[in-house]
C-alpha cells in the first residue's frame, strides 16, 4: 500500500479527484476511517475526479446515494447506521456491486458478506499536521 499525506481538505479532494481518473466501472472503493476522519472528503473527491457534478453529501440517514451524471455511476453507500447485514441486503444493498459503476462505502465492516472479494481499501486518519491517506 501507498501513503499519501494531506495537509487541507483542498489536497484531499485532489489525491481522490486523481485516484477517481483509475476506477473503472465495477470497483468497489471500501473508505475507512473513524468519525470525522474525513471519509465524505474523499468521496467527494472521486465524484469530483467521475465528472460528478451535483453536490455529494454523506448518505448518513439515506444509507445510499446515486450520482448517474459522471463517466460512470456512482453509488456512495454509509453503513454506519445499518443495524445488520439482512436489513442491507432487504434495502438490495448487494445489487449495487454488479451495476457497473462504482461503489463508495463508509463503514463497510457492518456489511462484510455482502461486499465484493476485490475491493479496495482506501484508509484515511487525521494527523498533527493534517490527514494520512493509505491506498
Known sequence: MAVFISHSEEETLAFAENFAKALKGGDTVLLEGEMGAGKTVLAKGIA??????SE????TYAYIN???????????????????????R???FGEYFSMGGVCLVEWSENIPSLLPEDAKTVKIRKTASGREIEF
Open 48 to 53: 469530483r475526479g467521475l465528472g460528478v457534478e
Open 56 to 59: 455529494v453529501t454523506s448518505p
Open 66 to 88: 446515486s450520482y448517474e451524471e459522471g463517466r460512470l455511476p456512482l453509488y456512495h453507500f454509509d453503513c454506519y447506521r445499518v443495524p445488520s447485514e439482512d436489513f442491507a
Open 90 to 92: 432487504a434495502l438490495g
